[in-house]
T-cell receptor, first 114, second 112 residues
């Protein structure tokens, strides 16, 4: 049973560019959340997708956008990259109901903005 | 504003002894708390949780204590094993909400 898979594992971009990160949820899960983990910090909630719609959003600018596909996979897009966007981006999946419990995380995409 | 605080960035414990990781929170609306463990190059994995209606929850070697009046929780690991070496995140949530609020993490090292 495949867990949460993310691609790519590492990415290097320059300021002003755009980036797309991808996530496939754990089998049987239909809800995907995205988190940003800066160096030395805990993960911070970006947003969550369920039924192809954004359900809730954290304190992130509109440069951060997402999408969920009918097969429940998801993308995170970041436009006009800033140096401060360098971080580990984590995707987590879950099932409806106890959405605050037992999120399953992928290994993340390490984004470096130069 | 850091709503969940783990004031110890690192902790070193001898194998077989007790490890105690502490966490404080500021938002009294939080009613569900979790601990996640993270190994290098892996995503965080769920360890144990506790609802605000309880003050203790135990799962094998792991016990979480919640003191609501002090807005404080702690994770006890007894006995500590080398495989417990990881970063531990204290996490808070409001049941029904969609997001988890993480602390900064504590790096636990278990020495043989």
């Amino acid at each position: 049973d495949a867990g949460v898979t993310q691609s790519p594992t590492h990415l290097i971009k320059t300021r002003g560019q755009q980036v797309t990160l991808r996530c496939s949820p754990k089998s049987g899960h239909d809800t995907v959340s995205w988190y940003q983990q800066a160096l030395g910090q805990g993960p911070q909630f970006i947003f969550q997708y369920y039924e192809e719609e954004e359900r809730q959003r954290g304190n992130f600018p509109d440069r951060f956008s997402g999408h969920q596909f009918p097969n429940y996979s998801s993308e995170l897009n970041v436009n006009a990259l800033l140096l401060g966007d360098s971080a580990l981006y984590l995707c987590a999946s879950s099932t409806p109901g106890r959405l605050d419990e037992k999120l399953f995380f992928g290994s993340g995409t390490q984004l470096s903005v130069l | 504003d850091q709503q969940v605080k783990q004031n110890s960035p690192s902790l070193s414990v001898q194998e077989g002894r007790i490890s105690i990781l502490n966490c404080d929170y500021t938002n009294s609306m939080f009613d569900y708390f979790l601990w996640y463990k993270k190994y290098p190059a892996e995503g965080p994995t769920f360890l144990i949780s506790i609802s605000s209606i309880k003050d203790k929850n135990e799962d094998g070697r792991f016990t979480v204590f919640l003191n609501k009046s002090a807005k404080h929780l702690s994770l006890h690991i007894v006995p500590s094993q080398p495989g417990d070496s990881a970063v531990y995140f204290c996490v808070a949530a409001i049941q029904g909400a969609q997001k988890l609020v993480f602390g900064q993490g504590t790096r636990l090292t278990i020495n043989p």
